[in-house]
């Protein structure tokens, strides 16, 4: 069942006649007016511009969207069963936007790996206490938070991206926050629209404040920079996500998890402690990542880190 509603607009331009429309349905044209000039705009529903590729159905209770991509069927379903309106139709349709743009990206460097979900559903939640979570395909966003905070649109990046993660068990890991840590790389990495609006409300925080591994965001990012080489079996980040996912070291074993990351890369037969004494002495661990929107950060003026890693997903993994 496809149901679209869409609403048009009407204007009306004449020089006898300067009244309202009060019916966006009917066309206007008084009686004995003269040179009555009539234009009718019908201004689609936001999710009829998602993309041509994208197979929109909207349902009372929720929107479908199915697209295949690189040969991947992916499905994204908002669910709109507890969404009381706060966040915008047109907010909705750019949370699906969102989506469309970093979740196949992900999916094709990371998930294919992980064997993570094609078949996603995204909540919009007027209730729970969580601002925004993910478990298994769900991720909910409260209806509250886009009203608010206008422009959080990567809250969601992160949250694809733990998706994307399929299960990470945190005891295995060097770190448990390594969860959490990874998901903000992904959401500074693939942030929506190269970062239009998350340069400008969310900071990649400098060594100053995030100075060690357990807290930085900045070294997976620096490390994803200086030794991501774009071929699959060089791509430290991948690496690092397989060990993640395998969870096969101990916390306390994880020299030869870093020794089984860094293989076969520019970084093989350093230690991870050597990796990091050389992030902390780039200005790569202190450039300003704050951005007025569409513009630059001096961070990304001096790195085209989001560049470099879109061309290495797009030139040598997938063709
Ligand atoms: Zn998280």
């Not at 300003?288 to 030139?315: F, M, P, T, V």
Request: net charge negative; charged share 30%; proline share 2%.
């Amino acid at each position: 069942m496809k149901k679209i509603k869409t609403t048009s607009l009407i204007l009306a331009v004449s020089l006898f006649f300067t009244g309202c429309m009060t019916d966006p349905d009917t066309t206007y044209r008084e009686e004995g007016s003269e040179a009555t000039t009539v234009i009718i705009v019908t201004e689609a529903d936001p999710f009829d511009s998602l993309g041509e590729d994208i197979e929109v159905t909207i349902l009372d209770d929720r929107i479908v969207e199915e697209s295949c991509i690189n040969g991947v069927d992916y499905t994204l379903t908002v669910d709109l069963s507890k969404w009381d309106g706060k966040t915008t139709r047109e907010q909705l349709a750019e949370c699906s936007r969102v989506f469309w743009y970093c979740y196949p990206r992900m999916y094709e460097r990371f998930g294919v790996y992980a064997d993570s979900p094609t078949d996603v559903i995204l909540a919009v939640e007027n209730e729970g206490y969580e601002i925004a979570e993910a478990w298994d395909n769900h991720v909910h966003i409260h209806d509250m938070w886009l009203s608010d905070n206008p422009g959080d649109y990567d809250c969601l990046t992160h949250e694809f991206a733990h998706v994307i993660q399929n299960g990470w068990d945190g005891d295995r890991l060097e770190y448990d926050s390594y969860i959490e840590r990874f998901a903000d790389y992904c959401r500074y990495i693939y942030a929506y629209d190269q970062g239009y609006y998350n340069d400008e409300i969310w900071d990649l925080q400098t060594v100053a404040t995030e100075s060690d591994r357990e807290s930085s965001v900045r070294f997976l990012v620096w490390m994803d920079y200086a030794y991501s080489m774009g071929i699959k079996e060089e791509d430290l980040m991948l690496r690092f996500f397989r060990v993640c996912h395998d969870g096969s070291y101990e916390a306390d074993d994880w020299d030869r998890a870093w020794e089984e990351i860094f293989k076969g890369t520019r970084a093989e037969g350093m230690t991870v402690d050597q990796v990091w004494q050389e992030y902390i002495e780039s200005d790569f661990a202190y450039l300003d990542s704050h951005a007025e929107r569409g513009q630059l950060s001096d961070l990304l003026s001096s790195y085209g880190i989001r560049d470099k890693i879109r061309g290495a997903n797009e030139a040598d993994y997938f063709e």
